[in-house]
């Protein structure tokens, strides 16, 4: 007869774990109680902290998109909001992680 000898396979390079996160608890969250003041403070944070990371990272580029979304929403609503613009700010805010 023959004798199969099984060789293991070498070490894997680099793990990739990458886990989808929910939002199911927003890392943003701003009651009712936080003034527009509070939110933008938070957001200008927020957007300095994108910009200093490197110029290709696609989430940052994607999170100052959402902020920058965000901060003109809050820039249009010392006028008020039309609930459709809150609503979409609420989103906005949701997906910025702080």
Do not use: C, W
């Not at 110029?55 to 940052?60: C, V």
């Not at 580029?61 to 979409?88: F, P, R, V, Y």
């Amino acid at each position: 007869g023959g004798g199969g000898s099984s060789s293991g396979g070498g070490g894997g390079g680099g793990r990739h774990k990458r886990r989808t996160r929910r939002n199911s608890t927003p890392g943003f969250t701003l009651g009712d109680g936080d003034t527009n003041g509070a939110k933008r403070d938070r957001l200008q944070t927020r957007l300095e902290a994108m910009r200093r990371l490197p110029r290709g990272s696609r989430y940052a580029s994607q999170q100052i998109d959402i902020i920058s979304k965000a901060l003109e929403i809050l820039d249009k609503s010392s006028a008020g909001l039309t609930s459709s613009e809150n609503d979409e700010l609420s989103r906005l805010l949701a997906s910025v992680s702080l």
